[in-house]
């Protein structure tokens, strides 16, 4: 059982390292970005071809693959995101969905379509409580945590996080201080595509690296963002943590409901606004 649990949490760690770029750019942008799968998925590749050459660093070459994609999540930003501004959330979903087709037809004509495995890069089994787990999911799992530590300061203490914490409940009151509002948006964009990348690359040496990836993911994801709340990024996390254990507990005596699980959760979460608000007709009716 203990395994168990420890694998819904590196999965709940992977979902909420790719998931909390969803919610940044929902919050700041109201943006449903699909093009994120396609960062996450090509990531994912140029970190496999980068490896060889940076002398089998696995850390080095998750470094150099993040960096890569910084300039293609600009630029998928500065020239498809930003021209959506205040456009109907359908237009940015045709076109971001665009970006995620032409990702994975990109990674089918780069490195093929067969499927790429990653090797552990620490290999070494520990023991929890008489149950033997891979260290490597523990280490997954602390970087999580690490990075919702360090959004947290970022948005509560840096000086860019309080800019765009500001834009978000008035955006026109912090333009009228002379700051370019766009702009630091586009940071934000930038640092949640670099997560999906740290997330597939960290989660390539557990499952294995194929063209769709960023699609699987992507459906994921949008259920961790839902459940734990548009644009909540403590809320994202606590639900990516719940819909891992969700996927770990359900695929231990059902795999092939694990992922359904997920959404029949996502569907309770949507429905319980509604229902709470039928009862609370029905007690005012009856009052």
């Not at 037809?105 to 093929?112: P, R």
């Not at 067969?114 to 290999?123: A, E, R, T, W």
Request: aromatic share 12%.
């Amino acid at each position: 059982m203990v395994d168990t649990i420890l694998y819904g949490l590196t999965i709940g760690a992977i979902l909420y390292l790719f998931s909390v770029g969803l919610a940044i750019t929902f919050g700041t942008m109201h943006i449903i970005n699909f093009a994120h799968g396609m960062v996450y998925a090509v990531g994912v590749y140029l970190f496999i071809s980068i490896l060889p050459f940076a002398w089998g660093s696995f850390t080095l070459a998750l470094v150099l693959a993040v960096a890569a994609m910084l300039p293609v999540a600009y630029l998928v930003e500065r020239f498809i995101i930003r021209r959506l501004y205040g456009d109907g959330l359908d237009y940015a979903i045709i076109a971001t969905y665009a970006v995620l087709l032409i990702g994975a037809d990109l990674i089918k004509f780069v490195w093929g379509t067969g499927p790429q495995p990653v090797s552990d890069p620490i290999g070494v089994p520990i023991d929890i409580f008489g149950t033997v787990v891979q260290s490597y999911r523990v280490v997954v799992f602390v970087c999580a945590v690490v990075v919702f530590v360090c959004l947290r300061l970022f948005f509560t203490r840096h000086v860019i996080g309080k800019i765009v914490s500001a834009a978000l409940k008035d955006r026109d009151g912090v333009r009228s201080l002379g700051l370019d509002v766009d702009r630091y948006f586009s940071i934000v964009f930038v640092i949640g595509s670099a997560l999906a990348v740290l997330g597939g690359v960290l989660y390539a040496p557990i499952t294995v690296a194929e063209p769709y990836m960023g699609f699987h993911v992507l459906l994921l994801a949008f259920a961790v963002v839902i459940v734990g709340g548009m644009g909540n990024l403590t809320g994202t996390f606590v639900s990516a943590l719940a819909l891992g254990q969700v996927i770990a507990l359900t695929g231990r005596w059902y795999p092939a409901g694990a992922d359904t699980m997920v959404f029949v959760v996502m569907t309770l979460v949507l429905l319980k606004g509604p229902f709470v608000a039928m009862l609370r007709h029905l007690s005012a009716r009856h009052a």
